[in-house]
């Protein structure tokens, strides 16, 4: 276990070590993929950034956190997962792209037996949503979108993406999930944003969450990676901590009974 300096004391020399003897964050394929692996059973995985003072967005987007590694990660979560899950205000807010994976990730895919690209799901109450936005004109497979019984039964977005309703007048994201698992999407990655996985944790829906930190203090009004309803602190076991230039790489997962 990595000691930090007691309070007001200088890293040095034992810090610097300590620092050093953390892991590196591994830059093949294969070898990120078996520090992300798909898991042998129904699993909500997310992936959230947020700065080293809890921010998560600098200049109201996620963008401004980014760092060395943090590419290789988020695409290796998206390779390795069945279903890509993302709230509405995210989709709008970060100006999604269809989801499409590089020729070598789709390789690695098919190679383990996987369809080539995963399902597109995109969570939203209200269905403001751009049809002509690439997530959905760009799309390789239809998207789903998960819905309400009392959003608006007639929208543009239906002529681009399936809807599924589910729950009366808001998403029952319990309901969402078993849907996904019914259609053989068993391995579930979450993006956000924040109000989505909130929720997910009121729900107690979330397995994993792998977290980067990446070495900026933000200030400002940032939120952080979670808000919604208030619900028991869910207790997470850290599955590994890596590094790379100052990034720091953290998953954790629910404790093995």
């Not at 963008?63 to 509405?88: H, N, S, W, Y």
């Not at 399936?162 to 007048?169: A, H, I, K, P, Q």
């Not at 900026?216 to 997470?236: E, K, Y």
């Not at 850290?238 to 100052?246: I, P, S, V, W, Y």
């Amino acid at each position: 276990m990595v000691r930090l300096p007691a309070s007001g004391a200088r890293a040095g020399p034992t810090g610097d070590r300590a620092a050093r003897s953390m892991s590196t964050l591994p830059s093949g394929r294969d070898e990120l993929a078996a520090r992300y692996p798909r898991l042998g059973r129904p699993a909500l995985r997310v992936n959230f950034i947020a700065s080293a003072d809890g921010a998560v967005t600098v200049g109201g987007l996620s963008a401004g956190l980014q760092g060395p590694g943090d590419k290789e990660v988020f695409d290796t979560l998206r390779m390795v997962c069945d279903a890509l899950i993302v709230a509405a205000g995210t989709v709008r807010a970060e100006r999604y792209d269809a989801l499409r994976l590089t020729p070598e990730d789709r390789a690695w895919r098919t190679a383990q037996g996987l369809p080539e690209f995963p399902l597109m799901v995109i969570v939203s109450g209200s269905l403001d949503l751009d049809p002509a936005q690439l997530i959905f004109s760009d799309a390789p497979i239809r998207p789903l979108v998960l819905t309400h019984g009392a959003a608006p039964r007639s929208s543009p977005i239906a002529e681009v993406a399936e809807l599924v309703r589910v729950g009366d007048e808001r998403v029952d994201l319990a309901a969402g999930l078993r849907e996904l698992h019914a259609r053989g999407a068993t391995q579930l990655l979450c993006e956000g944003g924040p109000g989505l996985l909130g929720s997910m944790i009121a729900a107690d829906l979330v397995d994993e969450l792998c977290l980067t930190v990446a070495p900026l203090l933000a200030g400002g009004s940032a939120g952080r990676i979670a808000h919604g309803p208030a619900a028991p602190p869910r207790r997470m076991a850290l599955r590994h901590a890596l590094t790379r230039e100052d990034m720091l790489f953290l998953r954790y997962g629910r404790p093995r009974v």
